[in-house]
């Protein structure tokens, strides 16, 4: 049992590639549920197609990665229009339901055979991002006590982390404005805010359009991280990760998406590192807790984490305390 | 705070009675949950191996395997008790394997004349090559040679997933008519087990408000409590495995609705943040049952393998047939109880108006936790059918229909029960319809498509209202 | 709602204020609208001399029951019009359909002289002709303040190209903000300012709410049972906020249950039962009316007022 092991790999989960990317997703959802109310479970749909923008526009058609990322980005807008012109009018969970719906209708035709010459069906795409990577200026890898990035590492985090903080920046100068006091109102209650005059539509219309496209370049940003995409990587499961991620650091804050991520990477990553230090040193016996049954409990540990969240702090760890009174709807 | 924790706690333990109960049981039971037993690690590069199961699904063990090369035995294995032998090869190369069958248990048999030996069996260098003895009982021969081709004796077949659900085994393409009412029987066959779960989602909605995310884990837990019953050590009849089923998932139902749910209402939790409990209690309780189930896909062993009976140009497994009767059965009932019986109508009458209802003496509380307690019995033994139709027992098969159900309660009108029935089977038809023109893998794409077109269209659903403004 | 006009002690509580209301003398706005409607006869569906609102043949049903059929109806400017009768005779549906909260199956409206009809609920309000709900519609996680701006119309800063850049709108916010808080100041919230509107009680809610609509600068404002839910001691208050509105030249229109409320501040009364306007007309002549009497009380019993005087 190596507690050193153990704890500097949480570290290392708090800071990775993965924790960047997620609360960058998580400021896009935050956009959506957090300021204007909208239940957005498919979050995970406009990774997919941002993910895929790029892969396929490399592979695929043999362009460069920076268009790819345009491509991505425009999938995006076409997907959130796509997805809120039927159902922006209708009742939240109605959008709930169509979100989830729609982003798994968009994995099952990104892997299926008719897709497979463009997207490479069930086995993706792969080795599309050296342009990427041909840009790192870090020539050597980073050794932090018993902390350790590879230089790859280093450079995602850095392009990851940067954005999650021009995202952010971007999201609380938004906020802070009118507008975003019209997507607050719309939030609280949208027939109010329609009896003011305001075209609720367009305003949802506009948050989905914005908060997609970050999800969409959060999407971009794990395919380049990690070289290769895969539809069935782009599973509902993440999408309750960044619910998770966003109700954990405190839904409708600027800052709770990048908190929540990086408390939540740090206990999925210690829970993982542990369990599995553990069942390797004997400490729990193996017949008791194999391989998978460690990557399932990840999701058990998420499961709860939302459920225990929303029933007893629903404003989450930054959350105004005078909020949590005020009815949360 | 306490009575909040005291919900939370008594929901995850009534989840560990019917759910860790069976799971330590089964644990208990079978003698080895690894994989691999260590007696078939292979002592050279290259073997063939394989798992004998009996018509029955059950593994056969202490039956003899010979591997021979021009003639002369170069190794032999005996299945284990897990099905699985394993014979260790000298070198790359062509070889006969050749199956004993004096050690075959009585009533089994090869599938086809001559199938115990396996001919021109090509291991390639340090491949560990799976081999397949197709078995069937003594009885069964008969009737599978008269109904389909014999099946080519010589080449082994590469070990796949041979859950192949029921729907897309139809060979033949394109629309001849015999297939469009084939794929149709398919479609309503499926229909009608996804209406028996969304029935309930549809009236918790109704009555509560609430889009119940966790419906969906309802039916696997009823799927994998009828598969712990049925199977060893208690190997009692899947029948009972089904009314355990039912039990379960009611008590279930119950005990959300009485430890979570309820509790909730009372503090006056908004519906977003409801939901969004749901969808966490949805993803606690799938990947619990993925840790204590396994990611596997089990079978029924009962009821596995079935000739199909033909009536006219359709062909259905009794088996089907009966779930299918069955579900219709249900559903008809569930109607009758909702027109009839006191319940059923402060039921109706709960979800039409809550505040007149209560204020008509009816025990609101008392009618959602009945439609909680039976939502949930009948989510579970939907759970079962779908497991018996699809032959597969799987950890997030409740998750994968919730998306049908979804789609099929918003279809007919979230809130109505006959809605969710009539949307259902809609969905169900164009699940597999689609087959006909598109590949199978596409097929509940098509559904939820369905789904969004509804939306656009008449988003209220088939039999909903719309609902008023201001 | 109904519990108020059974609740004996609440009545006598009211009457007392109706009568010091009506001793008092009435307010110039007062005597401008019964002078623009002195000779109007007390029919449904009569003309008004200057009518802002015109509606002819609105009808929806809910499920095979005809909830709203109005033939015709117009509503004068600058008055006080109160839209009475039993639950569910329409008046709140009718609210929905014309200020594009609801579709309707048929029907035409116009306001201010143009055709409104089928237009979506943003651009009526945009338009001058804003409504409030019965169930109010505080916006609990804003502030007072930011629920009170946000009432105003054409705010640079709420497109969303323009919201990241701070002085395109920063001049025209302190304008705004300013405007808040003399509304603020006048519906006497101005302790609440900085504070989540959910942390209001009920009545200031309703104060809330006339204030973010007034900030709207609407021509006329329609109130769903603004007297619903409030403390009798704010009553007065609304009323009064209600009585100079009108008096500063806006057209009011309101649903309300509390008949002493209505009798005592409205211009002109309309009365809808079974979805249809039944009758019309100055509070005089509706006390009086047999159908009114009939629709909501029954043959056998009678209004207050007139059962003394057929006793």
């Given at each position: 049992m190596n507690f050193t092991d153990v704890l500097s790999n949480a570290f290392r989960g708090a800071f990775g590639p993965e924790a960047a990317i997620y609360a960058l997703a998580a400021v896009g959802l935050n956009l959506h549920f957090g300021f204007t109310g909208l239940l957005n479970f498919g979050h995970v749909g406009f990774m997919l197609v941002g993910a895929y923008g790029v892969a396929v526009s490399v592979s695929t058609w043999g362009l460069s990665l920076w268009v790819g990322l345009l491509v991505g980005i425009a999938c995006s807008i076409v997907l959130a229009l796509i997805l809120g012109i039927p159902t922006l009018r209708l009742r939240g969970d109605y959008l709930a339901i169509a979100t989830i719906a729609g982003a798994e209708v968009l994995r099952y035709f990104y892997r299926s055979d008719w897709a497979a010459p463009l997207t490479g069906g069930v086995y993706g795409l792969r080795q599309f991002a050296n342009e990427f990577f041909a840009l790192n200026p870090y020539s050597s890898d980073l050794a932090l006590g018993p902390l350790y990035f590879s230089a790859r590492n280093l450079w995602v985090m850095t392009a990851g982390w940067a954005l999650v903080i021009l995202a952010s920046l971007l999201v609380y100068l938004l906020i802070r404005s009118p507008w975003g006091r019209v997507l607050r109102a719309i939030r609280e209650d949208e027939l109010a805010a329609r009896s003011l005059g305001k075209n609720v539509y367009a305003y949802k219309m506009q948050s989905l359009v914005l908060g997609g496209v970050i999800g969409g370049i959060a999407g971009a940003l794990i395919a380049i991280a990690t070289q290769s995409v895969n539809p069935d990587n782009f599973n509902p499961a993440v999408t309750f990760y960044l619910w998770a991620i966003m109700i954990l650091g405190g839904a409708s804050t600027i800052l709770g998406p990048i908190i929540g991520s990086m408390i939540f990477w740090f206990l999925a990553t210690f829970l993982d590192s542990f369990l599995r230090n553990a069942t390797a040193s004997g400490v729990i016996p193996p017949d008791l807790l194999s391989g998978p049954d460690v990557g399932a409990l990840r999701f058990v540990f998420v499961g709860l984490c939302l459920l225990l969240l929303m029933i007893y702090r629903p404003a989450g760890i930054l959350g105004d305390p005078k909020e949590l009174r005020l009815d949360v709807r | 705070m306490r009575p909040r924790l005291m919900a939370i706690v008594a929901a995850f333990f009534l989840l560990c009675l019917t759910g860790v109960g069976a799971a330590s049981a089964a644990l208990v039971g079978t003698p080895t949950t690894a994989n691999r037993p260590a007696v078939l690690t292979a002592e050279g590069d290259q073997s063939l191996k394989g798992t004998l199961r009996g018509p029955d699904g059950k593994p056969l063990s202490g039956v003899t395997v010979t591997a021979e090369q021009n003639g002369t035995s170069v190794g032999s294995a005996t299945s284990n008790a897990e099905g699985q032998w394993e014979v260790p090869l000298p070198s790359p190369g062509e070889y006969t394997l050749k199956l004993d069958l004096s050690t075959l248990p009585d009533g089994v048999q090869p599938r086809d004349k001559g199938g115990e030996v396996l001919e021109a069996v090509v291991v390639r260098p340090q491949q560990q090559r799976t081999v397949i003895f197709p078995l069937v009982s003594t009885s069964q021969q008969q009737q599978e040679k008269a109904g389909s081709v014999p099946q080519s004796t010589s080449g082994p077949t590469q070990a796949g997933d041979q859950n192949e659900p029921g729907a897309t085994g139809e060979s033949g393409e394109g629309t001849t008519p015999n297939r469009v009412l084939q794929l149709v029987v398919e479609g309503i066959k499926l229909g009608a087990i996804i209406a028996i779960t969304a029935v309930g989602l549809s009236l918790i909605f109704g009555t509560t408000r609430l889009i119940n995310f966790a419906h969906g884990e309802i039916v696997t837990i009823g799927a994998v409590v009828a598969f712990w019953v049925s199977t060893s050590p208690g190997s009692l009849p899947l029948v009972i495995g089904g009314l355990a089923a039912v039990v379960a998932g009611g008590l279930l139902g119950g005990g959300l609705e009485g430890g979570l749910w309820r509790p909730m209402r009372r503090r006056s939790t908004g519906l977003i943040q409801m939901f969004i409990i749901s969808i966490g209690l949805s993803l606690f309780l799938r990947y619990l049952i993925l840790v204590l189930f396994s990611g596997r896909r089990e079978k029924y062993s009962q009821y596995a393998l079935q000739p199909a009976m033909h009536l006219g140009p359709i062909s259905i497994t009794p088996r089907d047939l009966i779930v299918t009767l069955a579900s219709f059965a249900i559903l008809i009932l569930v109607a009758v109880l909702l027109q009839r019986t006191r319940m059923g109508k402060a039921a109706r009458a709960v979800a039409d108006n809550k505040d007149l209802a209560e204020a008509s003496g009816i025990d609101v509380d008392r009618v959602i936790l009945s439609i909680w307690v039976i939502g949930g019995a009948l989510a579970a033994l939907g759970g079962v059918f779908y497991g018996l139709t699809q032959g597969a027992v799987y950890w997030d098969m409740g998750f994968n229909l919730l998306l049908l159900m979804f789609a099929g309660v918003i279809l007919g009108g979230l809130g109505s029960a006959y809605g969710a029935m009539i949307g259902s089977i809609i969905v169900g038809l164009v699940s597999q319809l689609s087959n006909l023109w598109f590949p199978p893998s596409l097929q509940n794409a098509w559904a939820l498509l369905v789904l969004i077109i509804v939306l656009l269209v008449r988003p209220q659903g088939i039999l909903g209202r719309a609902e008023r403004a201001g | 709602m109904s519990d108020e006009l059974i609740n004996p002690s609440l009545i006598d509580a009211r009457e007392e204020i109706v009568a010091t209301e009506q001793d008092s003398a009435r307010s110039e706005g007062a005597k401008r609208a019964a002078a623009a409607l002195a000779g109007v006869a007390a029919e449904p569906g009569v003309a008004k001399p200057d009518a802002i609102l015109v509606a002819d043949d609105v009808s929806k049903s809910f499920g095979g029951v005809k909830a709203v059929r109005v033939d015709h109806l117009e509503v004068q400017r600058s008055t006080i019009t109160a839209l009475i009768g039993p639950n569910g005779a329409g008046k709140s549906t009718f609210f929905n359909l014309v200020s594009g909260f609801d579709k309707p199956d048929t029907g035409t409206w116009s306001f201010n002289g143009t055709d409104i009809s089928g237009s979506p609920a943003y651009r009526i309000a945009r338009r001058g002709m804003v409504r409030t709900f019965q169930l109010t519609k505080a916006?609990?996680?804003?502030?007072t303040l930011e629920n009170v701006m946000l009432g105003a119309t054409g705010q640079r800063g709420e497109r969303m190209l323009n919201a990241p850049l701070r002085w395109v709108w920063k001049g025209q916010e302190k304008d705004i903000e300013q405007k808040a808080d003399d509304l603020i100041e006048r519906f006497r919230l101005g302790h609440m300012r900085d504070e989540f509107a959910g942390t209001m009680s009920g009545g200031q809610r309703k104060l809330l709410e006339m204030a973010r609509a007034m900030m709207v600068d609407p021509t006329m404002i329609m109130l769903d049972e603004p007297m619903a839910g409030v403390n009798p001691a704010l009553v007065q208050s609304l009323l009064g906020h209600i009585q100079q509105l009108r008096d500063d030249g806006m057209s009011i229109v309101l649903v309300e249950h509390d008949m002493d409320v209505i009798m005592s501040i409205s211009d002109w009364i309309v009365v809808f039962a079974e979805g249809a306007v039944i009758a019309e007309g100055r509070p005089d002549d509706i006390r009086t009316n047999e159908k009114v009497i009939e629709a909501y009380l029954g043959k056998r019993r009678a209004l207050p007022t007139s059962q003394e005087n057929e006793a």
């Open positions: - | - | 916006l609990m996680r804003l502030t």
